[in-house]
């Protein structure tokens, strides 16, 4: 069993800046794919961005640019790094972990950090 823990989300305002880390425990995910999704009020979970085990990465077009995901495995921790975040971006993003990649199928997921950004 693998647990996943979000934290970093905030409130920021517009053109800011927030670094979310998501820390694993329970097995080592270095042949995980590791994912940032965000869910925003009445919308549907979606991926914002990914990194495979193989260190491929992947971004949504609203992410591509300002956001950066990476991953330390030593730490078993996974990041997401925002630049000038907009207000749309408010949302709870969520930390996924999928065996290989989080893009065909996601087995664990965090609990969630707020994201707020205001303008």
């Known amino acids: 069993q693998v647990q996943l823990v979000e934290s970093g989300g905030g409130l920021v305002q517009a053109g800011g800046s927030l670094r979310l880390s998501c820390a694993a425990s329970?097995?080592?995910?270095?042949?995980?794919?590791m994912g940032w999704f965000r869910q925003a009020p009445g919308k549907e979970r979606e991926l914002v961005a990914a990194?495979?085990?193989?260190?491929?990465?992947y971004y949504a077009d609203s992410a591509k640019g300002r956001f950066t995901i990476s991953r330390d495995n030593a730490k078993n921790t996974v990041y997401l790094q925002m630049n000038s975040l907009k207000p749309e971006d408010t949302a709870v993003y969520y930390c996924?972990?999928?065996?290989?990649?989080?893009?065909?199928?996601?087995?664990?997921w965090g609990q969630g950090t707020q994201v707020t950004v205001s303008s």
């Open positions: 996924g972990a999928g065996l290989w990649t989080v893009r065909d199928s996601v087995d664990y």
């Open positions: 329970g097995r080592t995910l270095s042949n995980y794919g």
């Open positions: 990194t495979s085990s193989g260190g491929s990465t």
